[in-house]
């Protein structure tokens, strides 16, 4: 985990937000400017948890080329894959990365493999509600409460002694399977075990944090994001009795927070051919100051210079700074 946030250390300084904890950008990225012969539609159909910065990036990319038409859909990252091999998108958000069998479906069709940009950086949070007494779980803790590798929990059982908590039973709230969220909480937080048929699944990743909120015993896995002030996001230690870190953007890039990630888009690039302008120049305003200040807006934590270099390298596109 470590290695793989180690280039966005150097990002900036943390600033308390009241929705989510929030950092300045990258003062290497460069603003974006506006260039000539780009009109046209484009499609994104994927993940849920990026369905909000998705339509922030578009309604920026908007206002910058007012005749172009942008269409967001967010039913789950499962839905991109297909229908960036079928054409019906230009962009494919995913909260976790492309499965070996996904990429070789596409390989199959286009003889080459599908292009990954991280775009930024997110914190899945556990969140208990506001007035819940417990601040904190282990991994280990975390998969026994959510998966069939242990049994009904009570908040006792989890090291909670108010006796107006203890016995009552934890309500269980999750994503759906199509969900990259889903996908990626059972992998990285159930070590793969299957959840509990108990788990509440939710439509979207704000319907989560929603349930909980309303919930004075539930407890729900959700992108800190979505964070809002009736619940609280529970501190995690990646084995029992270690230190716990909070789900912020400090532990996230240094890989102490142990449910990390990149949220992800995937694009359709032949290797060693020119962009059209339109997903180009999105491109380019995605790793801009203005696409990752739309990062920060909606709660995640935005991408380093050097991240913004690579991956605008993948697609052939020229770095200036």
């Given amino acids: 985990m470590k290695k793989v946030f180690a280039a966005c250390i150097a990002v900036g300084t943390m600033v308390a937000g009241a929705a989510a904890q929030q950092m300045q950008v990258d003062s290497a990225l460069p603003n974006y400017t506006t260039a000539q012969g780009v009109s046209g539609s ?5 993940s849920d948890t990026l369905n909000n910065l998705m339509t922030y990036w578009a ?42 069998a996904e990429i070789d479906l596409f390989e199959k069709k286009y003889g080459y493999k599908p292009t990954e940009l991280r775009t930024s950086v997110d914190a899945l949070a556990v ?3 506001k007035d819940c007494p417990l601040s904190e779980l282990s991994m280990d803790q975390i998969r026994k409460v959510f998966s069939v590798d242990g049994p009904e929990m009570t908040w006792g059982d989890v090291g909670v002694k108010d006796a107006a908590w203890a016995t009552k039973p934890i309500s269980l709230y999750g994503r759906n399977s199509a969900s990259g969220t889903y996908g990626y909480f059972k992998e990285h937080a159930l070590s793969k075990k299957d959840y509990k048929p108990s788990v509440k699944e939710q439509p979207g990743s704000s319907a989560v944090v929603q349930a909980v909120s309303t919930d ?52 359709n690039h032949k290797p060693g051919t020119a962009l059209d302008p339109l997903r180009a120049e999105f491109i380019k305003m995605l790793y801009s100051r203005q696409g990752q200040e739309a990062v920060v807006k909606d709660g995640y934590f935005p ?19």
């Fill in 42 to 46: 484009i499609k994104s159909i994927g």
């Fill in 59 to 100: 309604e920026e990319y908007k206002k910058l080329y007012p005749n172009v038409k942008i269409e967001i859909e967010g039913k789950g990252s499962s839905t991109a894959p297909p229908a960036l091999i079928e054409g019906q998108a230009q962009f494919g958000p995913m909260s976790r990365p492309m499965k070996g």
């Fill in 127 to 129: 969140y208990v509600h």
């Fill in 216 to 267: 004075k015993f539930g407890m729900g896995y959700s992108g800190l994001g979505y964070k809002t002030a009736d619940v609280k996001a529970l501190k995690v230690s990646a084995k029992e009795g270690e230190k716990t870190f909070e789900a912020n953007s400090a532990n996230a890039y240094e890989g102490t927070y142990p449910l990390a990630r990149y949220l992800l888009v995937y694009i």
């Fill in 303 to 321: 991408v380093t210079a050097e991240i913004a270099r690579e991956d605008l390298k993948k697609v052939g596109l020229p770095v200036k700074f």
